[in-house]
């Protein structure tokens, strides 16, 4: 490996340590990342030359931070020298000293909270968080989700901006406003990953960088906020799904069906990860999602699933957020536990709601309740539009198959 090799290796993989580092001393994440952009060049121009560091990781992050200390330090003198001519230099940040080796998961964990503040949108919150934590570039994020590069650098920019402008603090929440900030974050970690389990648009069903990206997340927040079950709960249920992606696609990238799934590619190790982390799980909506995931994790065979149990811990989900998707998956595991006209009434009760309009899965499974009831024709219709709906070319050709079987 070459020492420009080295460099970038190390970098991708410590980025958020050396960030988080940074951001502690300075304040300010935006100045942190430019810091450690700095210390990745000079890496890169000195390493080369000089040869792979011993401790490359240390290396940089020593550089990191002795750039941030001088940067503080020289706005802190310009600050006592205006105040000797009597005037006053707004937003220098307090004198701060770097982490201590054992304080860097401190440092991450307030790295993540910040870049998942609910000051921002949705869509910044995903790509500031994928940019600071998981360390990929604006090209990579603009790919992951089918959008331009200059839309997500813009996204990544004005969240910097934002945040800076509404003066929010780096550091972990506590008390009332915990709760709410905790559950941004997981928010953002579980979005990355269902956009990548099962993605909205696109040529692809799967896009499993994503959801390694959100897994190793997750996993990492797990580590830092041992004594928090949802965050448990969350870790659990990525595991158990992320478990079932190489079966989720053919040969040629077109969808497969669970209950066609060969179950014996599911990964068994990250399913071994998954009930571990629901040792240490709740009883919160992640934690319950998980359980179901669990359920279909335990079944060695499609005809072995406990439907009768998803079906309860679905009606516990939709007590605890109540919405029409959960009420729809609900519909679903009852439909396997009692039948599609059991299943059907609930289905067409969902008929009229605004949230569902336009929700390629309504009619989906509407379709498929009424082909097993034996309904070919109109199952035929619902599958077609269903096949309307869907932005993904993958779910769209496996819906105009089933539209043309019935």
């Known amino acids: 490996m070459s020492a420009t090799q080295a460099v970038e290796t190390v970098f ?4 958020a340590r050396i960030i988080a580092a940074a951001a502690r001393i300075v304040r300010d994440v935006g100045i942190a990342e430019e810091i450690a952009q700095d210390a990745l060049v000079a890496a890169l121009e000195q390493w080369p030359e000089s040869g792979v560091p011993d401790r490359p990781a240390a290396w940089l992050m020593a550089t990191a931070k002795h750039r941030a200390i001088d940067l503080v330090r020289r706005k802190e003198t310009y600050a006592r020298k205006l105040a000797e001519v009597g005037r006053t230099l707004e937003d220098v940040p307090p004198p701060a ?22 000051v921002l949108a949705t869509e910044a919150r995903i790509a500031l968080t994928l940019r600071l934590m998981g360390g990929l570039t604006t090209q990579e994020i603009a790919r992951a989700f089918l959008t331009s590069e200059p ?5 990544i920019v004005r969240a910097k901006r934002a945040l800076a402008k509404a003066g929010v603090p780096f550091e972990v929440p506590y008390g009332a406003d915990r709760e709410q900030r905790l559950a941004s974050v997981l928010e953002v970690i579980y979005l990355v990953f269902n956009e990548g389990y099962s993605a909205t648009a696109g040529d692809d069903l799967v ?3 994503l959801c390694e ?3 190793r997340l997750a996993r990492v927040l797990a580590a830092l906020m041992p004594k928090e079950p949802e965050v448990h709960g969350l870790a659990a249920l990525l595991e158990f799904q992320a478990s079932r ?10 969808p497969v069906l669970l209950a066609d799934q060969n179950r014996s590619t599911w ?3 990250l399913i071994h990860r998954g009930a571990r982390a629901m040792r240490d799980a709740g009883s919160g909506p992640y934690s319950v999602q998980a359980a179901i995931a669990g359920c279909h994790a335990e079944a060695v065979r499609y005809e072995d699933t406990d439907w009768e149990t998803i079906a309860t811990l679905y009606g516990r989900l939709v007590e605890l957020v109540p919405s029409p998707v959960v009420e729809l998956n609900r519909a679903v595991a009852v439909s396997m536990a009692q039948g599609p006209q059991a299943a059907l009434p609930l289905v067409d009760a969902l008929a009229a709601e605004p949230a569902l309009r336009g929700y390629h899965l309504l009619p989906s499974v509407r379709g498929d309740l009424l082909e097993r009831l034996g309904r070919r024709e109109e199952a035929r219709a619902e599958f077609e539009r269903a096949a309307s709906l869907t932005h993904n070319a993958r779910e769209r050709d496996l819906l105009l198959g089933r539209a043309a079987r019935a």
């Open 245 to 254: 992606i190489p079966a989720r696609t053919g040969p040629g990238g077109e």
């Open 267 to 269: 990964n068994r190790m």
């Open 97 to 118: 000293e770097p982490a201590a080796p054992e304080d860097i998961d401190d440092d991450l964990l307030r790295l993540i909270f910040t870049a998942c503040h609910p």
């Open 213 to 215: 990206d959100a897994l």
């Open 151 to 155: 839309t997500v650098a813009q996204r």
């Open 207 to 209: 896009r499993p960088a």
């Open 12 to 15: 991708r993989i410590e980025s």
